[in-house]
């Protein structure tokens, strides 16, 4: 990808807009769970506060109604905690598109984007004022990519200067490099509730990777696909089609695609829940599979022990819950010990990946989920098309 890179810009003196991903989970005391995403923002904010510019910070934070101001979507937890990290106050500005005051070598977080009317509409008169904020626009938000929106997509457009802040640059290039030319066998694993939240990317992945593994609910679709009862567990019957048309494609191809022949079941979702392991041919109308068990697993570990490359977003099971949680440690253990080279992304893979101890291990983690599925197949990112897009005018 050919955009301008934070780096390659004279930061003195100027109004500099960054669009970091600081859209963190919250746990239940309404304290931030897990700070990857503001951590991997620091080197962006830094850079531009040391080299003496006016910051301003700006991101979303989950799915506020536009148009109105709703506490529970405040980025202020947010800004107590970047303050914290760059052991420097950094205060929230509420009502802020029509210009807000910072002193140079200071930062200020913008409140929620998605709170204005527009943002996600991306709304030229919003993208103008956005831009009329600032002398450059940087855009370090990899998780928002692939989102044309006002702060990501219409800004740049309009912005004096524009370039890629240092996350950006680094996903790009680290993405880039395992999936030009990975070294094979190619594994990807794809977990998580939904086979449509997830279904072109499986569709894609099933035309390039040598097996696939899929897990969590996705899973369950298959299995009904090849005509296993699945009682009343999580599954789109709608989508047993497309789930056959992905099995097929792979196994025409000579890749596996191996499904659960043992599972972890309980008849009620709860954390208390008993954890039963069955086979796949003993489970009753009542049933929910909520984990792969340990046969699958050990078969899973063969087919990652082998691979030269590994890409993999989604758990394989409720991995919240501790007796849910085996198929996805195992799977983790494995990616962790594999001498292939390993990519990981997406809330809850990184949450996963945190739970089970090898962060480490991975050697890639992506802050991004969905800008990251779209990356692996194929896709333009419309906020980095635009980067590049105005890379080139100015060249
Ligand atoms: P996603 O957001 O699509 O990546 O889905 C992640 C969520 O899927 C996690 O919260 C898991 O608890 C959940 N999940 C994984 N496996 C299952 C399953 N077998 N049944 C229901 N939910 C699941």
Known sequence: MK??????????????????????????????????????????????????????????????????????????????????????????????????????????????????????????????????LCDVFVNDAFGAAHRAHASTHGVAKYAEECCAGPLVAKEVSALTKALASPAKPLVAIVGGAKVSTKLTILLELAKK?????????????????????????????????????????????????????????????????????????????????????????SEIAKLIKQAGTIVWNGPLGVFEFDQFAGGTRELSKSIAQSTGFSLAGGGDTIAAVTKFGVTDKINYISTAGGAFLEFLEGKKLPALDMLEKRAIETK
């Open 3 to 132: 955009f301008k890179t934070l780096d390659e810009l004279n930061l003195t003196g100027k109004r500099v807009l960054v669009r970091s991903d600081l859209n963190v989970p919250f746990g239940d005391n309404h304290e931030i769970s897990d700070d990857t995403r503001i951590k991997a923002s620091l080197p962006a904010i830094r850079h531009a506060i040391s080299s003496g510019a006016a910051v301003m910070i700006m991101s979303h934070l989950g799915r506020p109604k536009a148009g109105t101001y709703q506490e529970e979507f405040s980025l202020a937890p947010v800004a107590k905690h970047l303050s914290e990290l760059l052991g420097t106050k950094v205060p929230i500005a509420r009502d802020w598109v029509s210009g807000v005051d910072v002193d140079l070598g200071h930062a200020v977080l913008l409140e929620n984007c998605r709170m204005n009317l527009g943002e996600t509409e991306n709304d030229d008169v919003l993208a103008k004022k956005m831009a009329h």
């Open 209 to 297: 990777v040598d097996h696939l593994i899929v897990g969590g609910g996705i899973a369950n679709t298959f299995l009904l696909a090849k005509g296993k009862n699945i009682g009343g567990s999580l599954a789109e019957k709608d989508l047993v089609q497309e789930a056959r048309a992905v099995i097929d494609q792979i196994e025409s191809r000579g890749g596996k695609i191996p499904l659960p022949n043992d599972v972890v079941c309980a008849t009620v979702f709860d954390q208390d829940a008993e954890g039963t392991k069955k086979y796949i041919d003993e489970i009753n109308n009542d049933d929910m599979i909520l984990d792969f068990g340990p046969e699958t697993m």
